[in-house]
């Protein structure tokens, strides 16, 4: 499967932005869904991760503020980011866990939050 992520930008703090990972295929059959980050000079980070039964995971940092979800229909994975803070700036990834041993990486989409 190849994954897309959109939606990043350049946003004040306090505003929302909403990341948008299409699929190439069906992902009816992964079973995770996720939203990593990188921010300069700082490792890749878990966000938010949603399973195929619709429970989903945050980091401390932006429970709250983030809400992930999926739509199978549409083969997306979304995620609503709101009351954006600088510390929020990264590059948004997506990811697709299939079991423990198959997963896929999008290409990354920047957020830039500026204070």
């Known amino acids: 499967v190849q994954l897309q992520a959109s939606g990043g930008g350049l946003v004040q703090a306090g505003g929302s932005l909403r990341l948008s990972c299409a699929a190439s295929g069906s992902i009816f059959s992964i079973n995770v869904m996720g939203w990593y980050r990188q921010a300069p000079g700082k490792q890749r980070e878990l966000v938010a991760t949603?399973?195929?039964?619709?429970?989903?995971n945050y980091a401390d940092s932006v429970k709250g503020r983030f809400t992930i979800s999926r739509d199978n229909a549409k083969n997306t994975a979304y995620l609503q980011m709101n009351s954006l803070k600088p510390e929020d700036t990264a590059v948004y990834y997506c990811r697709a866990d299939y079991n423990r041993f198959v997963n896929y990486w999008g290409q990354g989409t920047q957020v830039t939050v500026s204070s």
């Open positions: 949603i399973t195929r039964g619709a429970s989903t």
